[in-house]
């Protein structure tokens, strides 16, 4: 009865296509059912492969153990095909598997003895991470990892670690053979049989194969516990979630966790060059490549990432080559990003983006990790603005790498010890309240810049450095902008002003607070950021100006409240005494 039913739901869509319909998941569903909310499926890739444009996949509350690869995505903002949590229920979508017979060896370590068949195809403990700009460390590492009761244990670098006492961090060892996969692991003073262990078996949660699979909407979510790669600009990027050369994507409100490398991939398509192009030359060539594939506005990026909780990704929390532009990246809250250590590279940050054309960047919470926004090649008409950044480790709160403007840095609150290290020309930044240092470094590396709010190359240059614009901003601590000296020429700075005490943050049961402790400098004279202010940038000569090329007025905030009187800083009205909520707003 239940194939009748599919087949009735599926001649109804094929006769009336319009009016969409929804297919409903639930664990105690059956693989053969009609997706109805009677009669729901079991699995999501089930109705992965039912759901056409127009259609929507409701997944009921339980913890699901696959890998989502859509088969199609949708045909514009108006028929997507949207993936989404019932309203209300939680959802949990793993990448991981349970590991069960534990066997003590001594002291706080345990081993088990995996079938290989866990793995199919895929064993994330014989795949070494690897791959151009990636920095090993003198060892190896795997993409799979152990959990315990949700939270990871530590790579090892060799067995006889394992055999030791737990530290601070507990440890894994795993050895591959023909059939069966043993693990060596560290419980402290925990029996693992009587507590939920998982290890990775899966690359991704959900990220398509091919790519193509535009306009699609993935909402409401936990996703977690996947064997990522390492992801360069110069190679097909998979994350837990991706979008793999698509466009039009929503992902949206959902908590996206436990990604050996990367959480959330908007990246280029894979080629025979993957892995095989770690230079500047040969990144130039990437561009070159994804230009004949199509890479522009029409077919490319235009995506939205918002309201999600990311954390534990020990590359990057968002990353993006070539393939996120247009994109917005708005209200997120990343933390714990590239926190461990264990190995280095080129691409650590918790957003971090190659070509981000004519993006936005606004409203996010960045804190607790390596390194907050690294905007690297191309950042040309992207805006930073309203983001708190804070903590964030031996990186900076904002690394600029060779691009040559426009860009727009505003109304954010910088408060690691490390502000922004500008390797870039052709910035503007206004309004900010930044209080770490600033650290500038020309670049002799030849880069793209590109025609009007457009993919298409202009042309290509070193970076001499300077060129910025620096109006209106609250320099507390040890931001100084003494290092732009030696660039006096060619920069225009107007109405910054030394705040004279450093704010606190300090965390409570319901956000983020900012202590303010003194009172606003009186500054007479300071004037409207706006386009003409800002004029032309030296390199690429193009304007300050919006992604629609209407011109910049900054007159709103931090709160997106409107500036009764222009102010140094962020906010739109002088802040009182005491403490003052800055996340969640």
């Known amino acids: 009865m239940n194939r009748i039913l599919r087949y009735i739901t599926v001649l109804m869509f094929c006769l009336c296509p319009a009016q969409g319909r929804s297919f409903h998941i639930s664990p105690e569903g059956a693989d053969d059912a009609a997706g109805t909310k009677a009669a729901p499926l079991r699995t999501i890739q089930a109705a992965a492969e039912l759901a056409q444009p127009g259609d929507e996949v ?212 894979g080629d025979e060059w993957d892995n095989r192009a770690g230079t500047a030359e040969g990144y130039n060539g990437t561009i070159r490549r994804a230009l004949e594939r199509g890479w522009s506005k029409q077919n490319i990026g235009s995506h939205w990432v918002s309201g999600n909780h990311i954390s534990h990704c020990e590359q990057a929390g968002i990353v993006g080559s070539l393939g996120a532009v247009f994109s917005t990246i708005r209200g997120n809250h990343l933390h714990d990003i590239h926190v461990r250590k264990l190995f280095g590279g080129a691409e650590m940050a918790a957003i971090k983006f190659h070509a981000p054309i004519d993006m936005l960047i606004e409203g996010n919470c960045i804190h607790g990790n390596n390194r907050g926004i690294w905007l690297d090649w191309m950042a040309q008409g992207v805006r930073v603005t309203r983001n708190l950044l804070f903590d964030n480790g031996d990186g900076f709160d904002l690394f600029m790498e060779v691009n040559h403007g426009p860009y727009l840095v505003d109304h954010n609150l910088f408060l690691s010890d490390r502000f922004l290290w500008d390797m870039s020309t052709g910035g503007a930044f206004a309004h900010n309240l930044a209080v770490g240092d600033i650290q500038v470094q020309p670049q002799e590396r030849r880069t793209p810049y590109h025609e009007p709010h457009s993919t298409a190359l202009a042309g290509l240059s070193d970076v001499p450095g300077g060129d910025n614009r620096w109006f209106n901003n609250l320099l507390a601590g040890k931001c100084s902008l003494d290092v732009y000296r030696k660039f006096s020429g060619t920069m225009v700075i107007g109405g910054n002003v030394d705040l004279g005490f450093v704010p606190q943050l300090v965390r409570k049961d319901d956000g983020f607070f900012l202590v303010w402790d003194g009172g606003l400098p009186a500054v007479d004279g300071l004037r409207p950021v706006t386009s003409e202010r800002m004029g032309s940038t030296r390199i690429s000569k193009l304007p300050y100006e919006q992604p629609d090329a209407s011109p910049y007025l900054l007159d709103e905030g931090y709160f997106r409240k409107q500036h009764k009187e222009v102010l140094p800083g962020p906010f739109a009205a002088p802040p009182k005494r005491g403490s003052l909520r800055v996340w969640p707003r």
């Open 58 to 269: 409701v997944v009921h509350a339980g913890v699901y153990r696959e890998r989502i690869d859509p088969p199609r995505g949708g045909l514009g903002d108006d028929r997507r095909v949207t993936y989404r949590s019932a309203p209300g229920e939680r959802v949990v979508i793993k990448g991981s598997e349970v590991v069960s017979g534990w066997k003590r060896l001594q002291g706080d370590t345990w081993s088990a003895d995996v079938p290989n068949t866990l793995f199919a195809d895929f064993n994330p403990f014989a795949d070494l991470i690897r791959g151009d700009w990636f920095r090993p460390w003198g060892r190896k590492h795997h993409t799979g990892a152990v959990y315990l009761n949700g939270h990871w244990l530590t790579e090892a670098a060799k067995q006889d670690e394992v055999l030791e006492p737990a530290g601070k961090s507990a440890l894994w060892f795993a050895e591959v053979g023909e059939d069966i996969t043993t693990i060596w692991a560290q419980f402290k003073g925990v029996d693992p049989n009587r507590h939920l262990v998982e290890v990775n078996v899966r690359q991704a949660v959900f990220y398509p194969s091919k790519p193509g699979m535009n306009y699609i909407t993935v909402k409401g979510f936990v996703l977690e516990q996947a064997a990522t790669p390492w992801a360069p600009p110069t190679a097909e990027q998979i994350g837990l979630i991706g979008t793999h050369w698509s466009k039009g994507w929503r992902i949206e409100d959902n908590t996206i966790r436990y990604a050996t490398c990367v959480g959330v991939t908007l990246g280029k398509y």
